[in-house]
């Protein structure tokens, strides 16, 4: 396995990078915003390629907060009724949400990869969140560092 800082996705992760296409197959995706790490970037790949759509690299050069930030400001730059795909990271997820005016939902867990969350930013109403799960369920000690 490797160690380094910017580890290239396992064959599991690739897996489930394909079972990520397959669970956005019905929205339009038109845009998709990743970090810098090769993970992100591999983890977009399927979707990008069946959307035809290039991922914008938004760094995060050890700032999370201005990742977060940017990336925010990014989605938000959209037209209204876009669809955008956004992998993050176990803790930038939870702020990139709360960044965007949805509710505080916390880090992930370092091993919660099975997660997905949609959140629906319709003007002159609240923002609505979805939290669910995709592909091969997360075993339960993966997600053990939530309260």
Do not use: W
Not at 11 to 29: C, D, N, S, T, W
Not at 79 to 88: D, I, M, N
Not at 91 to 110: F, H, Q, R, S
């Amino acid at each position: 396995m490797d160690q380094s800082a910017d580890p290239e996705l396992s064959p599991a992760g690739a897996q489930r990078a394909e079972m990520l296409k397959q669970a956005l197959a019905h929205f339009p995706v038109q845009a998709i915003f990743v970090s810098e790490y090769r993970r992100t970037r591999e983890t977009a790949l399927p979707t990008a390629g069946a959307f035809h759509v290039t991922p914008v690299v938004i760094a995060v050069h050890g700032d999370v907060n201005a990742q977060v930030a940017a990336t925010a400001k990014a989605v938000l730059a959209l037209k209204p009724g876009t669809a955008a795909l956004v992998v993050g990271h176990s803790n930038t997820v939870g702020p990139i949400i709360t960044a965007l005016g949805g509710p505080a939902v916390g880090d992930l867990c370092d091993g919660e990869y099975a997660t997905i969350f949609v959140l629906e930013l319709t003007p002159g109403t609240a923002p609505r969140l979805l939290r669910a799960s995709y592909g091969t369920p997360d075993p339960p000690a993966a997600t053990v560092c939530h309260p």
